[in-house]
């Protein structure tokens, strides 16, 4: 069997057991789009591929996802380079995250923290800041949820060990994610 069949029979073996995070997917899609309603913004971080998760999905919301609509209030926390940084030479790169949720977020906004592991300690730190500051958490999560699934408001964990194959699912999750929003505020 070639890598790309064997990538996909992993893709669909995970693919198959992901029913049993619907309701955590419904839960935080109800919750951002009540955050987006009420006039908050949406901040997302994570590290390497979650990075750019991150981006993908700020993207999604402040341009469009499936039809035209209004620009909804989205930000990945992993694109300013200076902040980055600055952040991490002056202060540690554990804050990288936490200084801007710090600075950018407001009570009733909310921080989606992304880790296949469950265990990437700026991002630790920056749920730990939203939190300690009326700021809501989702965690996307893989393996068995780290130290994030007991610190996130709503932790969505994928079920899998393999970083590629969660990173996948963190996708289609995202996608779901941005539908469930468009949905809940009237733009489906």
């Known amino acids: 069997m070639s ?3 064997r990538n996909i029979a992993e893709h669909l073996e995970l693919l198959q057991r992901l ?3 619907a309701p955590d997917v419904d839960r935080s899609g109800e919750l951002l789009a009540s955050i987006l309603k009420a006039g908050g913004k949406i901040m997302i971080c994570g590290n390497g591929g ?3 998760d991150s981006q993908h999905i700020a993207s999604e919301l402040t341009g469009r996802f499936v039809n035209d609509r209004r620009p909804l209030a989205a930000l990945a926390l ?3 380079t200076s902040a980055l940084t600055c952040i991490s030479n ?3 790169y554990d804050q990288v995250f936490t200084r801007q949720v ?3 977020g407001r009570p009733g906004d909310c921080l989606i ?3 296949t592991s469950g265990n990437s300690g700026n991002v630790i730190s920056a749920v730990q800041a939203a939190r300690d500051n009326g700021i809501h958490t989702i965690g996307l999560l893989g393996r068995d949820g780290g130290q994030l699934r007991d610190q996130v408001e709503v932790p ?3 079920p899998g060990n393999v970083t590629a194959r969660i990173q996948e699912m963190h996708l289609l999750i995202a996608h779901t994610l941005c539908g469930l929003i468009e949905e809940h505020l009237g733009f489906a």
Do not use: N
């Open 102 to 104: 710090l600075g950018l």
């Open 78 to 80: 992993t694109t300013d």
């Open 113 to 115: 923290g992304i880790s």
């Open 156 to 158: 969505i964990v994928v």
């Open 90 to 92: 002056d202060y540690a």
């Open 50 to 52: 979650s990075a750019a």
């Open 3 to 5: 890598l790309f069949s």
């Open 19 to 21: 029913d049993v995070i």
